[in-house]
């Protein structure tokens, strides 16, 4: 029997993997600890999976690490998840750079802790060179609060006569998302058996193929990413064609 990693054909990946990293909390308390040992784990799976696709040549990885509506959580529970954020970031930026990873954040920065985007702006700086991975960090996102603004940027931008309301389209709406210069996910997964998107890309996930697995991130690995991967490669995404349409499509470019 092949390895996962051996049966995935390495012409069809996606390009940009969206997951929403889901259950540290009840991964935790499962071993009768605090909520926050549980985010402390995360951080290795996510170690683990950034090298994953970067192994792998993956172009673009955005991680679900914090949402608006997570700022609601018991003050504690934040206080404890910037304080990883700063010292994961200050870590890891090394690796990120001996791994040609470049990253980036999306989201309201402006909720966030000063140290927190000090240290962030430091790693995206430090990293901006590197043509490697695209390593995007949702925090303090949400698509509802991101499509709210890009509404109110255009609206100014008519107001100003900048915009000719007219000349609006899908694509162009999309520049003015977080996302502008990142291709859409073709694949996103949700850990721990919540089977919902939570305000995530709602935008750019029209066309994603949603994996959803019982894993709990803390526990999540390779192995769960190539089983995702293969998943994806199994599907047949039509874009509201038929299938016959897609098969023609495919002999012709011989992909
Ligand atoms: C995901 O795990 C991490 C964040 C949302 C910050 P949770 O903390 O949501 O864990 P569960 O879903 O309560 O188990
Ligand atoms: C979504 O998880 C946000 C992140 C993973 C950062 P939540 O645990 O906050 O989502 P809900 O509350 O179960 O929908
Ligand atoms: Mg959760």
Same mark, same amino acid.
């Given at each position: 029997?092949? /390895?996962?990693?051996?049966?995935?054909?390495?012409?069809?990946?996606?390009?940009?993997?969206?997951?929403?990293?889901?259950?540290? *909390?009840?991964?935790?308390?499962?071993? *009768?600890?605090?909520?926050?040992?549980?985010?402390?784990? *995360?951080?290795? /799976?996510?170690?683990?999976?950034?090298?994953?696709?970067?192994?792998?040549?993956? =172009?673009?990885?955005?991680?679900?690490?914090?949402?608006?509506?997570?700022?609601?959580?018991?003050?504690?529970?934040?206080? =404890?998840?910037?304080?990883?954020?700063?010292?994961?970031?200050?870590?890891?930026?090394?690796?990120?750079?001996?791994?040609?990873?470049?990253?980036?954040?999306?989201?309201d920065l402006e909720m966030m802790?000063?140290?927190?985007v000090?240290?962030?702006?430091?790693?995206?700086?430090?990293? *901006?060179?590197?043509?490697?991975?695209?390593?995007?960090?949702?925090?303090s996102?949400?698509?509802?609060?991101?499509?709210?603004?890009?509404?109110?940027?255009?609206?100014?931008?008519?107001?100003?006569?900048?915009?000719?309301?007219?000349?609006?389209?899908?694509?162009?709406?999309?520049?003015? !998302?977080?996302?502008?210069?990142?291709?859409?996910?073709?694949?996103?997964?949700?850990?721990? =058996?919540?089977?919902?998107?939570?305000?995530?890309? !709602?935008?750019?996930?029209?066309?994603?193929?949603?994996?959803?697995?019982?894993?709990?991130?803390?526990?999540?690995?390779?192995?769960?990413?190539?089983?995702?991967?293969?998943?994806?490669?199994?599907?047949?995404?039509?874009? =509201?064609?038929?299938?016959?349409?897609?098969?023609?499509?495919?002999?012709?470019?011989?992909?």
């Open positions: 029997m092949q /390895s996962l990693k051996a049966q995935i054909d390495t012409k069809r990946l996606p390009n940009h993997i969206a997951i929403i990293m889901d259950g540290n *909390g009840r991964w935790a308390k499962e071993k *009768g600890q605090d909520r926050l040992y549980g985010h402390f784990q *995360g951080v290795e /799976s996510v170690r683990n999976i950034v090298e994953g696709c970067a192994e792998l040549g993956i =172009g673009y990885l955005t991680l679900y690490a914090f949402s608006t509506e997570n700022w609601g959580r018991p003050r504690q529970e934040v206080a =404890g998840l910037m304080e990883l954020l700063v010292q994961t970031i200050r870590k890891e930026t090394e690796t990120l750079n001996k791994n040609n990873i470049k990253l980036h954040v999306i989201g802790p000063a140290d927190a000090n240290e962030l702006n430091e790693s995206i700086a430090m990293t *901006g060179k590197n043509t490697g991975l695209n390593l995007v960090m949702a925090l996102y949400s698509s509802r609060w991101e499509l709210a603004q890009a509404a109110k940027r255009i609206a100014e931008e008519v107001k100003a006569g900048k915009t000719d309301p007219g000349s609006i389209t899908p694509d162009s709406f999309a520049q003015y !998302l977080c996302t502008a210069t990142f291709p859409d996910p073709e694949l996103m997964i949700r850990t721990s =058996g919540e089977y919902r998107i939570s305000n995530f890309l !709602l935008y750019q996930l029209a066309y994603a193929e949603l994996y959803f697995t019982e894993v709990r991130w803390p526990d999540f690995r390779k192995e769960n990413l190539y089983a995702a991967i293969l998943d994806y490669q199994s599907r047949e995404r039509r874009f =509201g064609k038929t299938s016959e349409q897609i098969g023609q499509e495919i002999n012709l470019t011989g992909n």
